[in-house]
């Protein structure tokens, strides 16, 4: 018995860069398995879609404050609502329209740093 297993040990040594490579090829089998997997999991995911976000953030908010373009009483300038201009408006001098030809009809002109204006 202890003969045999002196025997084992030494063909062991004898094919250790044998044993290694294989070792080494089994394991990158697996993680790619593991990887393919993990994958085919995330493939089969329902997109996220978030629609018209702004008007339903709060639902106290009037009818409109949820028109989509916002102008300023003492500028010439419209905006969309969720432009970063548009939140520093002041409420009090804020005006709202429904489309960007009302705001243009006011004499308003679309805003450089809004985009899609």
């Keep these: 018995m202890f003969n045999t297993i002196t025997k084992i040990i030494r063909l062991c040594k004898f094919y250790e860069k044998d044993i ?7 394991l990158i ?11 085919k999991i995330r493939e089969n995911r329902v997109p996220l879609t978030i629609e018209n ?7 106290g908010l009037n009818q409109k404050q949820k028109q989509s373009i916002i102008a300023s009483k003492n500028g010439k300038k419209y905006h969309y609502a ?3 201009s548009a939140s520093g408006i002041k409420d009090e001098n804020k005006i709202f329209f429904s489309t960007k030809e009302e705001a243009l009809a006011a004499g ?3 805003a ?3 985009k899609g204006l």
Excluded at 20 to 26: K, L, T, W
């Design 112 to 114: 450089a740093n809004c």
């Design 108 to 110: 308003y002109t679309p």
């Design 82 to 84: 969720w432009c970063d």
């Design 20 to 26: 290694i490579f294989s070792a080494a090829i089994i």
């Design 29 to 39: 089998a697996v993680i790619s398995f593991g990887l393919g997997r993990l994958s």
């Design 53 to 59: 976000l702004y008007n339903q953030t709060d639902p």
